[in-house]
């Protein structure tokens, strides 16, 4: 297979730069947000809020206005091909794939994730659907956006259920690379659908070892959680060039993972195994569907939907890491309180409210943002404009535009283990490992319908 490399000035005009006195890159380095109310991204208090509430009127944009680019060293791309894939792919993800049908010709990624028969995430990824260059007309392909350190247990994970399958798993990551594009207020594209302005681009140019047929495989789309967070680009390595000296350009991924963690957003396992997708607001962010039929671990998810109560959710907060930090309940720019020479990984630290007690647990961080496991019930004991600390140092938490609260009453107490409800879901769980177990024997396949009876 043969990749194109003609994008470069097609990508530069489409990313054209600010005017001079508003260089992003600039801007950037220097720091100087506060000059520019677009990049402000200022955050209000709703009067029955304790924490900060993102604007939901800011105004999309296209990546001709403000962007920048970071190329995603630690992603790999995982391929799933054959005539089953998609019949194999329902069964095990928490997504549902007939949406890419629903959806049609404008459908090119979702949001999923892998659980375990106990619910649990084991690993999330970004499964598209992308245009190939040499498509027959029933080839079947699909690729998996994961985190590099996951890709030898999502190797072992579907090659598990894999049996008498017509399908194949391959690692692609030599020859399909990953890049993002984010700009200051996201873009205006639904989410998971492809990024026209980008991806006609790629078809443009014909391919010279096979004519009448363009030259790269490519999936360009906007990210399937939220818009907010920009665009997503699988393409061959070296076939997205930018050489415009005016955008703002990133070797890794530490300003995207910045940038996702103001917004709320976990990737990987190590974000996100063992949490519940629930408590990671995987069902707002467009990676759980309640309406598909059964996946690993789908029971466990449908009765924490409809009859469970969600005592916990991951939230974005920044320390407070030097005399710049703006600590302004009713004005908060996480942007303009980026601290890039804080480097100290929070990972596991506990947040706490003024009088010591915990309220939440890090999952991750970058700079002086993360995300944190929140608990609710303490959280809503707060008083308005509460304070909050990461040892002597204050934090802030704030609530990103895509996200809504989850509604519990302040007395609600922790599940008493012997509770009727409790034992039920833990006989539910115990029942469903014992036919996990027949599955992968081949006994019967992932896609059957469990019912927690045998």
Same mark, same amino acid.
């Given at each position: 297979?043969?990749?194109?490399?003609?994008?470069?000035?097609?990508?530069?005009?489409?990313?054209?730069?600010?005017?001079?006195?508003?260089?992003?890159?600039?801007?950037?380095?220097?720091?100087?947000?506060?000059?520019?109310?677009?990049?402000?991204?200022?955050?209000?208090?709703?009067?029955?809020?304790?924490?900060?509430?993102?604007?939901?009127?800011?105004?999309?944009?296209?990546?001709?206005?403000?962007?920048?680019?970071?190329?995603?060293?630690?992603?790999?791309?995982?391929?799933?091909?054959?005539?089953?894939?998609?019949?194999?792919?329902?069964?095990?993800?928490?997504?549902?794939?007939?949406?890419?049908?629903?959806?049609?010709?404008?459908?090119?990624?979702?949001?999923?994730?892998?659980?375990?028969?106990?619910?649990?995430?084991?690993?999330?990824?970004?499964?598209?659907?992308?245009?190939?260059?040499?498509?027959?007309?029933?080839?079947?392909?699909?690729?998996?956006?994961?985190?590099?350190?996951?890709?030898?247990?999502?190797?072992?994970?579907?090659?598990?259920?894999?049996?008498?399958?017509?399908?194949?798993?391959?690692?692609?990551?030599?020859?399909?690379?990953?890049?993002?594009?984010?700009?200051?207020?996201?873009?205006?594209?639904?989410?998971?659908?492809?990024?026209?302005?980008?991806?006609?681009?790629?078809?443009?140019?014909?391919?010279?070892?096979?004519?009448?047929?363009?030259?790269?495989?490519?999936?360009?789309?906007?990210?399937?959680?939220?818009?907010?967070?920009?665009?997503?680009?699988?393409?061959?390595?070296?076939?997205?060039?930018?050489?415009?000296?005016?955008?703002?350009?990133?070797?890794?991924?530490?300003?995207?993972?910045?940038?996702? *963690?103001?917004?709320?957003?976990?990737?990987?396992?190590?974000?996100?195994?063992?949490?519940?997708?629930?408590?990671?607001?995987?069902?707002?962010?467009?990676?759980?569907?309640?309406?598909?039929?059964?996946?690993?671990?789908?029971?466990?998810?449908?009765?924490?939907?409809? *009859?469970?109560?969600?005592?916990?959710?991951?939230?974005?907060? *920044?320390?407070?890491?030097?005399?710049?930090?703006?600590?302004?309940?009713?004005?908060?720019?996480?942007?303009?309180?980026?601290?890039?020479?804080?480097?100290?990984?929070?990972?596991?630290?506990?947040?706490?409210?003024?009088?010591?007690?915990?309220?939440?647990?890090?999952?991750?961080?970058?700079?002086?943002?993360?995300?944190?496991?929140?608990?609710?019930?303490?959280?809503?004991?707060?008083?308005?404009?509460?304070?909050?600390?990461?040892?002597?140092?204050?934090?802030?938490?704030?609530?990103?535009?895509?996200?809504?609260?989850?509604?519990?009453?302040?007395?609600?107490?922790?599940?008493?283990?012997?509770?009727?409800?409790?034992?039920?879901?833990?006989?539910?769980?115990?029942?469903?490992?014992?036919? *996990?177990?027949?599955?992968?024997?081949?006994?019967?396949?992932?896609?059957?319908?469990?019912?927690?009876?045998?």
């Amino acid at each position: 297979m043969k990749y194109f490399s003609k994008l470069s000035t097609q990508y530069s005009r489409l990313l054209s730069p600010l005017p001079a006195k508003a260089n992003l890159q600039r801007l950037i380095k220097q720091r100087q947000f506060s000059t520019i109310n677009d990049l402000n991204q200022e955050y209000q208090v709703d009067s029955n809020s304790i924490i900060p509430r993102q604007k939901s009127e800011i105004q999309k944009q296209g990546i001709d206005d403000s962007g920048w680019i970071s190329k995603l060293k630690n992603r790999k791309i995982v391929a799933i091909k054959g005539a089953d894939s998609t019949k194999f792919l329902q069964g095990l993800i928490s997504q549902d794939m007939s949406l890419f049908e629903k959806d049609g010709s404008d459908r090119a990624s979702i949001y999923t994730s892998f659980l375990n028969v106990k619910g649990k995430v084991l690993l999330d990824g970004f499964l598209a659907k992308p245009l190939l260059a040499n498509q027959v007309q029933d080839d079947t392909e699909y690729w998996l956006d994961v985190a590099d350190y996951d890709v030898d247990d999502l190797q072992k994970h579907l090659k598990k259920y894999a049996i008498r399958k017509k399908i194949k798993v391959e690692d692609i990551s030599h020859i399909i690379s990953a890049y993002a594009i984010q700009t200051l207020q996201g873009v205006d594209c639904k989410e998971g659908h492809f990024f026209r302005p980008l991806q006609d681009t790629a078809t443009m140019f014909e391919s010279e070892e096979f004519p009448g047929q363009f030259e790269t495989d490519i999936a360009c789309f906007t990210d399937p959680r939220t818009n907010y967070n920009g665009v997503r680009i699988l393409c061959a390595e070296g076939s997205f060039e930018y050489d415009d000296p005016d955008i703002a350009v990133y070797e890794n991924d530490e300003e995207y993972k910045f940038t996702r *963690m103001t917004l709320g957003l976990v990737e990987g396992s190590k974000e996100c195994s063992n949490q519940f997708p629930l408590h990671l607001n995987f069902q707002q962010l467009n990676g759980v569907s309640t309406t598909k039929g059964c996946y690993v671990g789908q029971e466990i998810v449908q009765r924490t939907t409809h *009859m469970g109560t969600l005592r916990k959710q991951a939230l974005p907060f *920044m320390l407070q890491t030097n005399d710049r930090f703006v600590v302004n309940q009713n004005m908060f720019a996480p942007l303009r309180n980026k601290d890039d020479q804080f480097t100290e990984d929070l990972t596991g630290l506990e947040i706490k409210d003024e009088k010591g007690g915990k309220i939440g647990k890090i999952l991750a961080s970058q700079y002086n943002a993360g995300v944190a496991m929140i608990d609710l019930l303490k959280l809503y004991n707060q008083k308005q404009n509460a304070k909050f600390f990461l040892n002597d140092r204050r934090v802030m938490l704030w609530q990103p535009t895509w996200l809504k609260l989850y509604d519990i009453e302040q007395e609600i107490a922790e599940q008493d283990p012997n509770d009727p409800n409790a034992k039920e879901d833990q006989e539910m769980v115990k029942d469903f490992e014992n036919q *996990m177990k027949s599955v992968q024997q081949g006994n019967v396949t992932p896609d059957m319908k469990i019912s927690g009876k045998k």
